[in-house]
C-alpha cells in the first residue's frame, strides 16, 4: 500500500505499507530544507508522481518476493529507477519502501528493527538543537542550527532532562530581553541574534544546566555552510561579514576555541574536500562532521577518507535511497574511524526507523530535538529500545 501522508511542514510525504498473512512493516520518508546537491532526489516530480512510478514500475516488481531478502529488494529498487541518484522513482519513495520491507521482515522474525539490522547495545546521545536560523527560519541567525548534547551521559533520560533544560533556559533568557521570538521547522528558538550573541546565550544556559544535573553538556554548530556560499563568499547577514575561505576557516576556528565547540556540522561549503581537510588537521577535540560533503554516500566518503577530511559524517537515510548502501556507508565509516551520527530531517513524519538505525549501527549520537511530537517520537522509542536491551533507562 503506497500514500500521501502529511509531514511536519504540512507538505505531503510517501508512506509505504508492506504486508502478508504474517508480517506487517510501515515506513514513510523526511524531507529536507537544506539539501546537498549530491544527495539522491527526493521526488523528482512530486509525491503523487513517485507514487505512480512506485505502483507500475515497483510494486509489480516486489510483489511474492522474501521481504527477508533485504539486498535482492533494494538492488531491484536501483535497478528499476535506472540512475545513480533515484532521478524517476525519489530517493524518499524508495528509502520509504525499502525501510518498510525490512521492517516487515522483522516482524516476520518476531523482532525490532534494530535486532535484525545490527548488535548495538548501547544509546545515541541526544544532539538537539536549542536556536535555529539559516534556511530554516526567516529574520533568524545567520547559522542554522545552536546545538546541545549532554557528552557524559550515562542515561537516557538524563540525558533527555539536559537538552530539555537547556531549550527551557534559553526560552527564558529570550524572554527577559523581550524580544519576539518563535519555533523553526525543528522547534528550535528563532531569534534575530548575531553568531556570538546567540553562542554567548547558549553557554550561559548552559553552565546553569551542568550545575542543575551534574552532566558536562557540551555545545555544537550545524553552519550549513553551502547555504551561506555565493560567488565564492561566505556571506552573513545578520553578522555583517562576507568572508573567503581563508576567513572562514579563521571564525570556525575562533569559534571552537572561544566558546570550547565540541561538535562542527558542514563548516563549509559542501565541495571543499581540502578546506574540510585543513580544518579536521587543526582542530582538537573536536568533531568536524560532514552532511552535504558527504550526503550519506560512500562514494563521497570514500574522497574524503583519501583527503582526510573530516572525522565524523551525518546518516539520513533517504539522502542515499537504500537500507544495503545506508550500511555500505555506515560500514566504511567504521573501518575508517568516523564517527557516526543519525539525524532527522527538518520535515519530518513520526516514523521511528532512525532511532533503530541510530541504536544498531552504534551511532554516537541521534540528532533530533527533544521538543516537538514528530521529534521526540524518535527519543521516546530510544527509550522503548533501551527497556528491552536493559542498558540505559
Not at 541526544?126 to 536560523?133: A, D, Q, T, Y
Not at 553538556?217 to 555565493?230: C, K, Q, R, T, V
Not at 521526540?376 to 540505559?392: A, C, L, Y
Request: proline fraction near 2%.
Amino acid at each position: 500500500m503506497l500514500r500521501k501522508i502529511l509531514d511536519s511542514r504540512g507538505n505531503f510525504s510517501f508512506e509505504c505499507e508492506v504486508a502478508g498473512d504474517s508480517f506487517f512493516g510501515r515506513c514513510s520518508a523526511p524531507s529536507g530544507a537544506s539539501v546537498g546537491k549530491f544527495e539522491a532526489v527526493a521526488y523528482p516530480k512530486s509525491v503523487d508522481a513517485s507514487i505512480e512510478f512506485a505502483k507500475s514500475r515497483v510494486v509489480p516488481k516486489l510483489a511474492g518476493m522474501d521481504v527477508r531478502e533485504q539486498k535482492r529488494i533494494d538492488s531491484l529498487l536501483r535497478e528499476t529507477d535506472e540512475t545513480d541518484n533515484f532521478s524517476n522513482l525519489g530517493g524518499n519513495a524508495a528509502i520509504a519502501i525499502s525501510l518498510a520491507c525490512a521492517k516487515a521482515s522483522a516482524n516476520l522474525q518476531g523482532k525490532q528493527l534494530y535486532e535484525t539490522l545490527g548488535k548495538g547495545r548501547w544509546f545515541p546521545l541526544p544532539l538537539s538543537k536549542i536556536i535555529g536560523g539559516g534556511k530554516h527560519a526567516v529574520n533568524s541567525c545567520d547559522i542554522q542550527e545552536f546545538l546541545v548534547f549532554p557528552s557524559n551521559a550515562k542515561k537516557i533520560y538524563p540525558a533527555l532532562k539536559a537538552n530539555v533544560s537547556v531549550h527551557k533556559k534559553v526560552k527564558e533568557r529570550l524572554k527577559q530581553r523581550g524580544v519576539t521570538i518563535g519555533r523553526d521547522d525543528e522547534s528550535g528558538w528563532v531569534v534575530k541574534l548575531k553568531t556570538e550573541e546567540a553562542l554567548e546565550m547558549l553557554s550561559q544556559a548552559c553552565e546553569e544546566a551542568d550545575s542543575e544535573t551534574g552532566l558536562k553538556i557540551d555545545i555544537g554548530l550545524d553552519m550549513a555552510s553551502s547555504s551561506l556560499f555565493e560567488d565564492e563568499k561566505y556571506i552573513y547577514e545578520v553578522d555583517g561579514m562576507r568572508l573567503n575561505k581563508g576567513e572562514q576557516l579563521e571564525l570556525v576556528l575562533g569559534l571552537m576555541d572561544k566558546f570550547k565547540l565540541s561538535y562542527l556540522e558542514d563548516p563549509l561549503q559542501e565541495e571543499d574536500f581540502e578546506g574540510f581537510a585543513e580544518l579536521t588537521k587543526k582542530a582538537k577535540n573536536c568533531l568536524i562532521c560532514g552532511d552535504d560533503l558527504f550526503v550519506t554516500n560512500k562514494s563521497r566518503l570514500e574522497e574524503g577518507v583519501k583527503k582526510k577530511a573530516c572525522n565524523s559524517l551525518i546518516i539520513k537515510p533517504n539522502q542515499i535511497g537504500t537500507l544495503t548502501q545506508l550500511e555500505d556507508t555506515i560500514r566504511y565509516a567504521k573501518e575508517n574511524n568516523y564517527t557516526c551520527i543519525a539525524s532527522h530531517r527538518s520535515g519530518e513524519t513520526c516514523d521511528s526507523s532512525i532511532s533503530h538505525i541510530a541504536v544498531a549501527f552504534d551511532c554516537k549520537m541521534l540528532k533530533t530535538n527533544v521538543v516537538g511530537g514528530e521529534r521526540n517520537t524518535k527519543f521516546n522509542e530510544i527509550i522503548r529500545i533501551g527497556e528491552r536491551i536493559g542498558s540505559w533507562v
